[in-house]
Structures are given as C-alpha cells and as structure tokens.
C-alpha cells in the first residue's frame, strides 16, 4: 500500500502539509524539498494517481449525502508558514493529522479574507475552515454555501474551535500572584481576544490584591499588531527612569508571544532587565522564526496548537456531519509554562 504522507513527512523530517503541498505541486516548498519529497514518494511506492482513484471510488460509493470528503482551510496572503514550528503551522499540522485519520482531502488556500475561494463558492468542498481575524470585513464574504468553522475568532452564526482566552489570564495572573507582583502592565491589539485576556488577568489579580491601572493596558490598532510590540512599551515607558517604572508596575503579560518577544528587546533597549526589573509573560506557546531560543524561555499560556487544528475537522459543522442544526462552540484549555523571564519582584 506505499507510505502515507504522514509517514513521508516524518521519513524527511519536514511537516505533514509541506508533504502535501509537493505532491499537489503547489507553491510553497523550495524546489530541493519538493524533488526529495517526490523521490521518497516514488521509493515508497506512494501514488498521487492511485490515491486520488481511491478517494473518487469511495466517494462515488458514498451513501450520505453525496459528501466529497474534501475541506477547504483559507489563510490571508500574509499568514502562509511552510513553518512548522510557527503558530499557523502547529495548527496546520494538527489539521493535517486529523485529515489523514478522518481520510479527508485538505485544500488549502492563500487569499485574502474578503472574497470566498472559487472552490467553496462551486459547492466542491464539504466545509471551510477559517482563519479569520477580527479586523477583516466578514460581511463582504456574503453567504457561504458550506458549513465554516471559525479557529480562534468567534463570529456570528459560525462554529468556533477556540481557547479559554479569559481563563489563560487568569492563570498568568495566579503566577504573577504566586510571585509576589501586583502592578502588573498590559499590551496587545485592539481586539476582543485581548481584552478577555486583559478581564481575566485582572480578576485573578484582584484575590491578591494586585491591580492593572488603566494608564499601564496598551492596545495598538488590530492592523498594526504584528509590529506592535515594542511600539506600546514605548508609549509605557515614556521616558521615565526604571525606578519610576518599578513604582508603576513590576511585570508586563503580552498579547502573544511575537510581541513579547519585542517587547522584551524593548525593555532591554531601555536598561530593563527581564526579569529582574521588568517579568514578562506571553500568550500562545508557539516559537517565532528566528527566536526559539529566547521562545523557549518565555513564560507563556501555552494554547494546544495542533489539537486546536485536529478539532476543526471534528466539530460537526466542519461539513462532515450534522449539517443542519445549533452553532457549535468548543473552548479548549491552556496551560501555563513557566519559563525565565518571570520571577518575584525585587522589592519582595
């Protein structure tokens, strides 16, 4: 029966949708990975013909509905990693995984969010999964002929495989607690995501006695947010000394960890130690190109990237199932990771 490219991808070392994207000649891959993919292909007796007959023979077999066993996953322009380690490949990853287990086809398209893929709109997919984010213009969309799933964003009427947004605040709050902090600073977009964070944070603050003042909670328009990180600890810093800063707040939890990972190179600029002067916290768990190194030790709400992708694919409004009924909504938990860029305050 050959390898699957589950097994190929771990055979070379690379991700499972690197694989894909190969053997479908799509963009993406550098032409020595897509040449080695294909001749570890070829060795292992894997068939990108025969695979596509055996998919078409089940589904012209299929009894239900007439369902093609395919899903289409759409992505922005500008959020398309063949990175597997980045946060968008961890999910992509645990998207393909679950595909290959459910024996469903993925068709991933880069485009921007405010138009439907041709393929979704000519019914040739069973569902879409949506990357979406809260500044885009949903209603430009129009009506989706498909069932849609959500990751991470809620929208209305569509289902949603999310987080325990507020609950990871609050844990990251328990920790700063637990250290003996209470002044702590805030940054991230302006986007509801952040401010579930930002409202947990702040209740788990609240049982030590801790607080966020509202000069010390940032937000930089959700556009700019990528770059944002050491934009808004400019604006906390302000030109004040690190004794002005101590006074105001002793630790900063960020958005994600991309922009805490700037913000701490901010801090530094600035004469700040992390986290001697300054502990920092982030929010996702996944490691920015070029920064695993300093990735790794973040302190950090890790969110369960690759089941947050596998998901997508079994909540039944993915299209595989169940394609009438309620909007469904499944929040998965974080959990805390406690690395070396928090530590007790040096007042205590």
């Known amino acids: 029966m050959g390898m699957t490219q589950k097994e190929l991808a771990e055979q070379l070392n690379v991700s499972p949708m690197t694989v894909s994207r190969a053997l479908?000649?799509?963009?993406?891959?550098?032409?020595?990975?897509?040449?080695?993919?294909?001749?570890?292909?070829?060795?292992?007796?894997?068939?990108?013909?025969?695979?596509?007959?055996?998919?078409?023979?089940?589904?012209?077999?299929?009894?239900?509905?007439?369902?093609?066993?395919?899903?289409?996953?759409?992505?922005?322009?500008?959020?398309?990693?063949?990175?597997?380690?980045?946060?968008?490949?961890?999910?992509?990853?645990?998207?393909?995984?679950?595909?290959?287990?459910?024996d469903i086809e993925i068709i991933l398209v880069s485009q921007e969010l405010d138009r439907l893929p041709r393929v979704v709109l000519r019914r040739q997919v069973d569902g879409l999964v949506r990357f979406s984010t809260p500044e885009h213009d949903h209603t430009a969309l129009g009506q989706c002929p498909v069932p849609q799933v959500s990751v991470i964003t809620e929208l209305p009427g569509i289902d949603v495989v999310t987080v325990a947004n507020y609950g990871g605040g609050q844990r990251l709050g328990e920790h700063f607690c637990e250290l003996g902090h209470r002044r702590l600073a805030f940054i991230g977009p302006d986007v509801p995501i952040a401010h579930k964070r930002l409202a947990g944070l702040r209740a788990a603050l609240n049982t030590c006695g801790g607080r966020i003042d509202d000069q010390d909670a940032r937000f930089a328009p959700a556009p700019d947010a990528v770059n944002a990180g050491r934009e808004l600890v400019e604006r906390l810093i302000d030109g004040q000394s690190r004794e002005q800063i101590a006074k105001r707040f002793t630790g900063l939890v960020v958005y994600n960890d991309y922009m805490a990972i700037h913000a701490i190179e901010a801090l530094k600029a600035h004469g700040l130690r992390v986290p001697e002067d300054v502990s920092v916290a982030g929010f996702d768990g996944a490691a920015p190109r070029g920064m695993r190194r300093q990735e790794e030790q973040l302190t950090t709400a890790a969110m369960p990237l690759a089941q947050l992708g596998a998901e997508t694919l079994r909540v039944p409004g993915a299209g595989l199932a169940h394609r009438e009924g309620v909007r469904r909504r499944l929040v998965l938990d974080v959990n805390l990771i406690r690395g070396k860029t928090t530590a007790p305050p040096r007042s205590r």
């Open 24 to 102: 479908r000649g799509e963009p993406g891959v550098s032409e020595e990975v897509r040449q080695a993919i294909l001749a570890a292909a070829q060795d292992s007796g894997y068939s990108v013909e025969s695979n596509y007959h055996a998919r078409l023979l089940k589904r012209q077999n299929d009894q239900q509905g007439g369902l093609h066993h395919v899903v289409c996953v759409m992505l922005p322009h500008s959020q398309r990693e063949d990175d597997a380690h980045s946060f968008f490949g961890k999910i992509l990853r645990g998207i393909e995984e679950a595909a290959n287990e459910l």
